[in-house]
């Protein structure tokens, strides 16, 4: 299991962090978890920069958990960040939304999002979706390298 793989959730809405927490604490996901509560702070955590300069949080995340409404700056913006930057682009990326707008999901798959998770509104089906993910991520996916390991990262 890739246990000591952090993971960035960038999640506005705190009954949303706050039902995934405890559906990562069901699924025995011992995981560090790091929340971004918008799309400015997100780019801040992942650049180390403004309130997160390196230091002992600078483990670079191995899966990102991303809404796609956030306040500023949306998560679509965020997604085509970190896909166009040459250092971030190969973290996986799972668009965690309530929209299920098809233009949504398909402008998400062609900023290359690793998936489009719809977030479910039963408390059973969102402990299920987290233990296949923790599955399938946290279990069978290896997950790459960063490219030039020095540059901003542990």
């Known amino acids: 299991m890739n246990s000591g793989m952090p993971i960035l959730v960038v999640e506005d809405n705190d009954e949303d962090f706050g039902m995934l927490q405890h559906a990562f604490r069901n699924a025995d996901i011992p995981n560090p978890v790091h929340r971004c509560a918008d799309g400015e702070e997100t780019l801040e955590f992942l650049s180390r920069l403004g309130r997160y300069p390196e230091g002992e949080q600078s483990l670079r995340p191995g899966l990102v958990l991303l809404d796609l409404n956030l306040p500023g700056m949306d998560g679509r913006q965020v997604l085509e960040h970190i896909k166009t930057d040459a250092f971030l ?66």
């Open 89 to 154: 682009k190969s973290i996986p990326v799972i668009v965690f939304s309530t929209s299920d707008n098809p233009k949504d999901v398909q402008s998400c798959y062609q900023l290359g999002s690793s998936a489009y998770l719809l977030k479910p509104v039963d408390l059973d089906r969102f402990e299920r979706m987290v233990r296949l993910l923790r599955e399938f991520w946290l279990e069978f996916v290896v997950p790459p390298l960063a490219p030039n390991r020095e540059r901003r990262w542990r």
